[in-house]
């Protein structure tokens, strides 16, 4: 009699799930950010060296103690704060506007091919355009105000967070859908139990994307039709040569960039961990 031997694959650990988990640095997290910091430090040092032995002109690029003693200066009268919040009211703002249409539009087109026919067509021909390319419309339609910068941000997020929801869709693998189908789960239960789950991973990845679009936007917009933000401090301080209080500028929407992409990269990197084992598992 023959004998055969069933090899079983042991299940992952979750370390090793965590190991695979997007946005995970390879190696130590701690020595990942002092190799960074290190790269930092040295450009700062550099930057330093250059404006103390005159090898920079000073009014072009100020030393590091100026952009320090400006950072402090604008801290300490509230402007910069008062340009903080206003940036980050329109970021937030405009992300908020693309999520909710976006997310319900993008499902809508990867689940029915009628409306996919319609619509992706117009999409595919509008997506490619700058946002900016509509701030002159934006301000005739909604006028110099906030309503016309929500606008464009609302441009500039849409088209990120869409994409990446058709894509995670048409990823998604349909065998879950039909196991979910075959133990009698409705159409709600496998739109919130399977699919949601499934291509959350993906609408989180584009959201991130759509951070670094809004505050390109942001930007952009503010430095041509706004009186506050971060980028009306950088264009009305260029005006007056005041590069200290540029590179300020420059410095605080870096550092909130970062900020906001770590948040991103920890939410996906749990979302990730929460379903990658399981992606589909429904309770009906």
């Known amino acids: 009699m023959k004998n055969t031997t069933q090899i079983v694959q ?16 390879q190696g130590g997290v701690i020595g990942h950010w002092l190799y960074g910091g290190s790269t930092i430090v040295f450009l700062v040092i550099a930057w330093y060296l250059a404006a103390r032995f005159e090898m920079i002109n000073r009014t072009l690029m100020p030393s590091p103690s100026e952009v320090w003693y400006a950072f402090v200066e604008l801290s300490g009268n509230g402007e910069l704060v008062e340009h903080v919040n206003a940036s980050m009211y329109r970021i937030i703002a405009g ?4 999520f909710v249409t976006a997310v319900p539009m993008g499902l809508l087109i990867a689940r029915n091919r009628w409306v996919k026919a319609f619509l992706e067509p117009l999409i595919e021909i509008i997506r490619p355009i700058p946002a900016l390319a509509f701030l ?25 967070i869409i994409v990446s929801v058709i894509e995670g869709v048409y990823n998604f693998d349909v065998v879950y859908i039909k196991v979910a189908k075959n133990l009698n789960a409705s159409e709600r239960q496998i739109f919130y139990r399977v699919l ?3 291509i959350l991973p993906f609408i989180l990845e584009g959201n991130r994307q759509a951070v670094a679009t809004a505050f390109r936007v942001v930007v952009s917009a503010e430095m041509i039709a706004a009186q506050t933000g971060l980028g ?7 005006i007056f040569y005041q590069t200290d209080r540029v590179i300020v ?3 605080v929407l870096a550092v909130l960039g970062m900020l906001c992409d770590r948040f991103l990269i920890i939410l996906t990197r749990k979302v990730f961990l929460k379903y990658k084992a399981e992606p589909g598992e429904i309770a009906v």
């Open 232 to 238: 009306f401090l950088i264009m009305n301080s260029a």
């Open 136 to 160: 002159p419309l934006a301000i005739l339609w909604f006028g110099i105000g906030e309503p016309s910068k929500l606008f464009i941000m609302w441009f500039g997020t849409f088209f990120v």
């Open 95 to 98: 992300l908020i506007l693309g």
């Open 10 to 25: 042991p299940e992952p650990s979750e370390n090793t799930t965590r190991q695979n988990a997007p946005g995970k640095a």
């Open 249 to 251: 500028g420059i410095i």
């Open 196 to 198: 949601l789950p499934g």
